[in-house]
């Protein structure tokens, strides 16, 4: 079973046999081990070393070799569990204590981890406009290099912010004058352009209003915004509704009524309008109204 956290990924690669039997499967899936110079498929094995040694060539290499650790000193169990620890966006003073090294290379570990990560997805980065210290990526992530306190500048290594998501299901981040702004309009201003006249930042195809890739964002108009939200059963209709005055329960119970006093009396007593009590009695107004 695989590691799921930074200290058991520590604790599940601190043995160097499963390291090497791990970088096989990755770099070599159907198990034919080619070596990365000559590209002969006759290769020994230095067990004490944990290296590999060509017969042809004779030169010998790790499973390092050809990844971002190529060159680095530390081990191979290092940068398995610096690599698990990245995905759950570890800082460099969480790496350093628990891979014991220094924070200098915690931090180099996951840089060169997080470069490397964006070439393979493709992710690109993009100044946020008017915010100094602030980029924005293409996957709909936000950074700053912004330092901790009052005198802090914007001159440290860029690290991810968390996002919070607003009741209405959106992604929002908070900057250091305590404002805060909706991601989605940021991915689209730094890699579209400024929001035209009449327009807003949509989300689709998937209608997901967390989901703020430049590919699920774009600049449209009010009406097909709130055609997307009914599309997508994301309206803010009925009980959805933070302002709403007559809910499913209260329908419920207007309904019940019928045939046991007026439509006036029933109005009355839920502070509705006669007409409105009418309708939902003839089946002129829907019942449901989510």
């Known amino acids: 079973m695989e590691p799921e956290t930074l200290m058991e990924a520590v604790r599940y690669f601190a043995d160097l046999e499963i390291c090497d039997l791990y970088m096989r499967r990755i770099k070599w899936p159907d198990g034919h081990v080619a070596c990365p110079f000559c590209g002969s498929e006759r290769i020994g094995e230095i067990k004490s070393r944990h290296l590999l040694r060509c017969k042809d060539c004779r030169k010998q290499f790790s499973h390092k070799v050809g990844t971002l650790m190529e060159d680095s000193p530390l081990d191979l169990g290092k940068w398995l569990a610096a690599i698990y620890g990245s995905v759950y966006h570890v800082s460099s003073v969480q790496l350093c204590a628990a891979l014991d090294v220094t924070q200098k290379s915690a931090w180099a570990m996951l840089r060169r981890i997080n470069t490397a990560r964006e070439i393979a997805m493709g992710i690109e980065y993009r100044p946020i406009k008017g915010r100094a210290g602030y980029r924005v990526g293409n996957d709909g992530s936000v950074w700053t290099c912004w330092g901790n306190g009052p005198g802090a500048k914007p001159d440290r290594p860029w690290r991810q912010l968390k996002v919070r998501i607003d009741r209405d299901g959106y992604r929002r981040i908070s900057f250091r004058d305590k404002t805060a702004e909706k991601v989605g309009p940021l991915v689209l201003t730094a890699f579209v352009g400024p929001c035209p006249d009449g327009m807003e930042c949509c989300h689709g195809p998937n209608n997901n209003p967390a989901d703020d890739r430049l590919e699920n964002v774009r600049w449209d108009r009010h ?56 309708q939902l009695w003839s089946g002129a107004r829907a019942r449901v109204t989510a």
Request: aromatic residues 4%.
């Open 223 to 278: 009406i097909n915004n709130i055609a997307d939200k009914r599309t997508a059963g994301t309206m803010a209709r009925g009980d959805k509704h933070g302002k709403t005055k007559v809910t499913e329960a209260t329908i419920t119970e207007v309904l019940s009524l019928k045939g046991t006093c007026t439509q006036q009396q029933a109005a009355d007593k839920f502070g509705l309008s006669r007409g409105y009590v009418g």
